[in-house]
Antibody
């Protein structure tokens, strides 16, 4: 069974940093492209960042470019999101999501971790 | 960036009735369209991809249709577990894979 479990969320002040993690199991992690998708409270879904199976290709939404860094460790079956210079508008539940063969189609999702940016 | 527009924002339906949800793209996305279901407090779940193919384990009462700019998700006979928010998403222009704003299906 595919499992994606996010961690690392919490309360942080504007301008602060946070590192999210996503632990994967139940599938061959190194075969999958991984993503972060976020959802602000009461709002819709917004794609944040994507990393290919062996980190060759990395993409960011314009809203986070230059502030967030996505990475992965295939030996540890883990995905990360380093978030710097956080703003109030970054407050959201952050989901990790995966796709294997079709770019941008999110086949599996984790349960999410809440990031709150507030003073 | 392709804008996805869903209608209606809220759909009130009685159990057992048919629900029809619409999604429109600002430009053609061919058949690269997915539908996701999100129940309260849960992660989204892939329902339909390629505009009309059900994902693994999705009941046959869910069906998708359309291509280009106009798409429809139909739930043939609503069950209690189907009351949720549904999002469409295009992945023809990737990245980003843009989502619609969602349609909430609520009990009438």
């Amino acid at each position: 069974e595919v499992q994606l479990v996010e961690s690392g969320g919490g309360l942080v002040k504007p301008g602060g940093s946070l590192r999210l993690s996503c632990a994967a199991s139940g599938f061959t992690f190194s075969d999958y492209n991984m993503n972060w998708v976020r959802q602000a409270p009461g709002k819709g879904l917004e794609w944040v960042s994507s990393i290919s199976s062996h980190s060759s290709y990395i993409y960011y939404a314009d809203s986070v470019k230059g502030r967030f860094t996505i990475s992965r460790d295939n030996a540890k079956n883990s995905l990360y999101l380093q978030m710097n210079s956080l703003r109030a508008e970054d407050t959201a539940v952050y989901y990790c999501a995966s796709w294997e063969t079709t770019p941008g189609r999110f086949d599996y999702w984790g349960q999410g971790t809440l990031v709150t940016v507030s003073s | 960036e392709i804008v996805m527009t869903q209608s209606p924002a809220t759909l009130s339906v009685s159990p057992g009735e048919r629900a029809t949800l619409s999604c429109r793209a600002s430009q053609s996305v061919t058949s690269s369209l997915a539908w996701y279901q999100q129940k309260r407090g849960q992660a989204p779940r892939l329902l339909i991809y390629g505009a009309s193919t059900r994902a693994t384990g999705i009941p046959a009462r869910f069906s998708g249709s359309g291509s280009g700019t106009e798409f429809t998700l139909t739930i043939s006979s609503l069950q209690s577990e189907d009351f949720a928010v549904y999002y469409c998403q295009q992945y023809n222009n990737w990245p980003p894979g843009t989502f619609g704003q969602g349609t909430k299906v609520e009990i009438k």
